[in-house]
């Protein structure tokens, strides 16, 4: 069965530090989505891309974040200047097509600040 | 902008029991609920969904319905195994102007035997 694939699973990195999280999403899907999970706590909307460009972001996802579909296949979350409250699991997402279509989650990138 | 109320926090069933979890949503729009199942460590799996011009919606062990007028939809499990223990979540969306889920805050499920 087809799968999101992310990378990687478990990031360390020190505050201050830019990440790349990356995501494979299934391949025939053309809305692509991140999403992130705060430890114990609800998961939530951060971004989602269309034909190239954002369609719509949440609050969360100010001037240090941002998306790149630098390939066929590749869907990038890039953090800038990462702080502590960064942390968390971090998971992309993709649909078939237009929105209301199922959105498939991949395993997730755990990201640790410190 | 959407909000989503999902209950219980925790719920604790023995093993052939049924389970039922409950969320309302905010939005009036809103017209796509799917049910999500995460296992520690891994990401939501979608379990069943459910659009609004349905008022129920069943897959072997697993049902959702939907209260439009009421704005609230529920999960109900069946026949509970151990496998069934997960945390789980519900999310609501409106497929015509937005492209996100909206995300309950989880309910964990324990199975005992």
């Known amino acids: 069965e087809p799968e999101v694939t992310q990378t990687p699973s478990h990031q360390v990195t020190q505050m201050g530090q830019e990440v790349i999280l990356r995501c494979v999403p299934i391949?025939?899907?053309?809305?692509f989505y991140w999403y992130r999970q705060i430890l114990g706590q609800k998961v939530e909307f951060l971004v989602s891309f269309y034909n190239n460009e954002i369609s719509e972001k949440s609050e969360i996802f100010d001037d240090q974040f941002s998306v790149e579909r630098p390939d066929g296949s590749n869907f990038t979350l890039k953090i800038r200047s990462t702080k502590l409250e960064d942390s968390a699991m971090y998971f992309c997402?993709?649909?078939?097509?237009?929105?209301?279509?199922?959105?498939?989650f991949g395993e997730g990138s755990w990201l640790t600040v410190v | 902008g959407e909000n989503v109320e999902q209950h219980p926090s925790t719920l604790s069933v023995q093993e052939g029991d049924s389970a039922v979890i409950k969320c309302t949503y905010s939005?009036?729009?809103?017209?796509?609920f799917p049910w999500y199942k995460q296992e520690l460590g891994k990401g939501p799996q979608l379990i069943i969904d459910i659009r609004s011009n349905v008022g129920e919606k069943k897959d072997q062990r697993i049902a959702v319905t939907l209260n439009k007028t009421a704005k609230h939809f529920s999960l109900h499990i069946t026949e509970t195994q151990p496998e069934d223990s997960a945390v789980y979540f519900c999310?609501?969306?409106?497929?015509?102007?937005?492209?996100?889920?909206?995300f309950g805050t989880g309910t964990r499920l324990q199975v005992t035997l």
């Open positions: 999310a609501a969306s409106d497929t015509g102007t937005a492209s996100k889920l909206t």
């Open positions: 997402a993709s649909s078939v097509t237009v929105p209301g279509n199922t959105i498939y």
């Open positions: 391949s025939n899907h053309l809305y």
């Open positions: 939005d009036s729009a809103s017209n796509y």
